[in-house]
């Protein structure tokens, strides 16, 4: 508990010293993570160290695995709540508690397997893509030279044995 007031006090003192917009009067976006975050923490209805969240011009991304409907849903109402969010991407996923444990390390399992099989891809493993699962969701990030790879890479992903399903979020490269 003492080690929670301590972080969330360094966080707060961060914030107070940081300026929330940038020259242009636009909410920055590590603002908003933080200020949801935060958000997150003093609400009881979400277990906040559960929830990732992301933010990128304005868009808060919510990712992670919570233990209901109700939290997965309080989330999203709290991130909705922040000023200055233009919208939110709920990509939690419901993982009830007695589950938790053999799900996280078959996701483990998966996130390595997907990482292999890109990189021995010769067009994807120099594109830097990131990965991501949740609950068999494998969720690739990252920016690609074209929408090719972006394609090649979903489509590998699909083919390693136990993806549910892949949420797509490479852009291209400008």
Same mark, same amino acid.
């Given at each position: 508990?003492?080690?929670?007031?301590?972080?969330?006090?360094?966080?707060?003192?961060?914030?107070?010293?940081?300026?929330? =917009?940038?020259?242009?009067?636009?909410?920055?976006?590590?603002?908003? =993570?933080?200020?949801?975050?935060?958000?997150?923490?003093?609400?009881?209805?979400?277990?906040?160290?559960?929830?990732?969240?992301?933010?990128?011009?304005?868009?808060?991304?919510?990712?992670?695995?919570?233990?209901?409907?109700? @939290?997965?849903?309080?989330?999203?109402?709290?991130?909705?709540?922040?000023?200055?969010? =233009?919208?939110?991407?709920?990509?939690?996923?419901?993982?009830?508690?007695?589950?938790?444990?053999?799900?996280?390390?078959?996701?483990? @399992?998966?996130?390595?397997?997907?990482?292999?099989?890109?990189?021995?891809?010769?067009?994807?493993?120099?594109?830097?893509?990131?990965?991501?699962?949740?609950?068999?969701?494998?969720?690739?990030?990252?920016?690609?030279?074209?929408?090719?790879?972006?394609?090649?890479?979903?489509?590998? =992903?699909?083919?390693?044995?136990?993806?549910?399903?892949?949420?797509? @979020?490479?852009?291209?490269?400008?």
């Amino acid at each position: 508990m003492r080690r929670g007031l301590l972080v969330l006090t360094a966080i707060a003192t961060a914030l107070a010293l940081a300026p929330a =917009t940038s020259s242009a009067g636009e909410m920055k976006d590590s603002w908003l =993570t933080t200020k949801a975050k935060m958000a997150m923490v003093k609400d009881d209805r979400v277990k906040a160290r559960r929830v990732k969240v992301e933010t990128q011009d304005g868009i808060v991304t919510l990712r992670g695995k919570v233990a209901t409907v109700d @939290e997965k849903s309080a989330a999203e109402e709290i991130a909705r709540g922040i000023d200055g969010t =233009t919208s939110v991407s709920n990509a939690l996923q419901v993982v009830p508690d007695d589950m938790r444990p053999a799900v996280d390390v078959k996701d483990a @399992e998966l996130e390595t397997t997907v990482k292999a099989r890109i990189d021995k891809d010769d067009r994807l493993k120099e594109a830097g893509i990131h990965v991501r699962v949740d609950n068999s969701v494998v969720t690739l990030i990252g920016k690609v030279a074209d929408p090719k790879l972006k394609a090649r890479a979903a489509d590998v =992903t699909r083919g390693v044995p136990g993806v549910k399903a892949v949420r797509n @979020e490479l852009a291209q490269k400008s």
